[in-house]
């Protein structure tokens, strides 16, 4: 009896045994539940408001697990690097992103420190061309020192004081290129109160000159590049015969100054003819 007992009790530990191993094994085998974005934001209130609000790509292409794959602690990091999927441009290979792009889920917010060049050329690379090849105290700055914020252009008065009272801040871009500042060029309709706020000695004389320069613009002459001096041939010709010109070479000789023509003060006239010496006087005998 005792013995039937025991074999009883055997079978049914035997019977218990089989059924764990196998709820294990269905267990093991059962699919896996995959995590959405909706169990993500049960614990993460930030990241999928900040996607939300600013993830511009990472709210429309991405999901929370494209990037994040699987939860600790079935994965150790499932924080992923940006290589993940920004990897074919320049740009994607430097390293730090986050040293601009400060939060990966509002990545076009753009936060820079003002010693930032490298990072800015990896994409702009005309810019730091013409800063290269032109010289200037801009060459010395770094990008994010006038670009403090992604996509900022500043107004140049930022930093510079304009010409004179009539310039805005708008006009300066009409003759400085802020990469190339001090090669300065200029549009045909550019209006003469641009030049006198630097040459008030020739604009003050070519607005009271009486000849038919007064009606002609500063750019006319001075075509397209500042400090280009034109000839007076290349509007002129030659209007006198050769004789005269091998012996008057410099139009100026006859014509004074371009924005005072034929106009001379008191000092520039010739001076009188010296008096004949005095007779001494004879005496007589």
Request: aromatic letters at 0%.
């Given at each position: 009896m005792k013995s039937t007992v025991t074999l009883m009790k055997t079978l049914i530990m035997a019977a218990m045994l089989m059924g764990t191993t196998a709820l294990v094994a269905v267990a093991a085998d059962a699919p896996k539940s995959a995590l959405t974005s909706n169990d993500c934001v049960k614990c993460h209130t930030n990241p999928p408001a900040d996607i939300a609000a600013n993830g511009g790509a990472h709210k429309t292409a991405v999901s929370c697990q494209d990037c994040h794959a699987g939860h600790r602690p079935m994965v150790k990091n499932n924080v992923p690097l940006c290589s993940q999927c920004?990897?074919?441009?320049p740009h994607y290979k430097?390293?730090?992103?986050q040293?601009?792009?400060n939060n990966p889920h509002t990545?076009?917010?753009?936060?820079?420190?003002n010693n930032i060049t490298e990072e800015c050329v990896s994409?702009?690379?005309?810019?730091?061309v013409q800063l290269k090849q032109n010289p200037s105290k801009h060459t010395k700055l770094a990008c994010s020192f006038c670009?403090?914020?992604h996509?900022?252009?500043p107004l140049c008065t930022q930093c510079h004081k304009p010409h004179g009272n009539e310039m805005g801040s708008a006009d300066c871009k009409r003759c400085h290129k802020a990469h190339m500042p001090t090669v300065v060029t200029y549009a045909s309709d550019t209006a003469n109160k641009m030049c006198a706020p630097c040459h008030a000695k020739a604009s003050?004389?070519?607005?009271?000159?009486?000849?038919?320069h007064k009606a002609v613009a500063c750019v006319t002459c001075h075509k397209d590049k500042h400090k280009m001096v034109p000839t007076c041939q290349s509007c002129h010709g030659a209007p006198h015969p050769a004789s005269m010109l091998a012996r008057f070479t410099k139009c100026g000789e006859c014509h004074s100054i371009a924005h005072d023509l034929n106009r001379w003060d008191s000092a520039a006239k010739p001076a009188a003819a010296p008096a004949a010496p005095a007779k001494k006087a004879v005496k007589k005998k």
């Open positions: 920004h990897s074919d441009k430097l390293a730090n992103c040293r601009c792009h990545p076009k917010i753009i936060k820079l420190a994409c702009h690379s005309p810019q730091i670009h403090n914020i996509g900022k252009i003050e004389l070519h607005s009271k000159t009486a000849t038919k």
